[in-house]
């Protein structure tokens, strides 16, 4: 047997807090590698950060936290990068894993 894909496994993280938010990940993953493809990574490094406007800044700590997996899940998706990706998420806030596996906390 001869596998014909690539298991590619890239890091990222979410983080918010009272005033702000960030993300990172790997900025040259490609969820559609074929082994007999030969790829040369840029190294570099998709960010996002930005401060909550006056409204947000009022919400709970979780809801900042899962708002901000959320859109940045979402922004990648938008860009067509999680074709043929298996996503994980994790996370250090229970509230917001509630709400990922059971739609509510």
């Known amino acids: 047997m001869r596998p014909t894909g690539v298991v590619q496994v890239f890091y ?16 040259d993953y490609n969820c559609s590698s074929k082994l007999s493809e030969q790829r040369v990574g840029s ?10 406007t006056a409204k947000e800044e009022e919400e709970s700590s979780n809801w900042k936290e899962f708002s901000n997996v959320v859109q940045s899940i979402e922004d990648e ?3 067509g990068k ?6 994980f998420m994790f996370t ?4 917001t894993e509630s709400c990922f596996y059971r739609g509510s906390s």
């Open 12 to 27: 990222g993280f979410a983080d918010a807090s009272g005033t702000g938010k960030g993300f990172t990940v790997a900025g």
């Open 82 to 87: 999680l074709q043929n990706c298996e996503l």
């Open 92 to 95: 250090d806030n229970a509230v």
């Open 43 to 52: 190294g570099g490094v998709v960010y996002r950060v930005g401060v909550w």
């Open 77 to 79: 998706a938008t860009l």
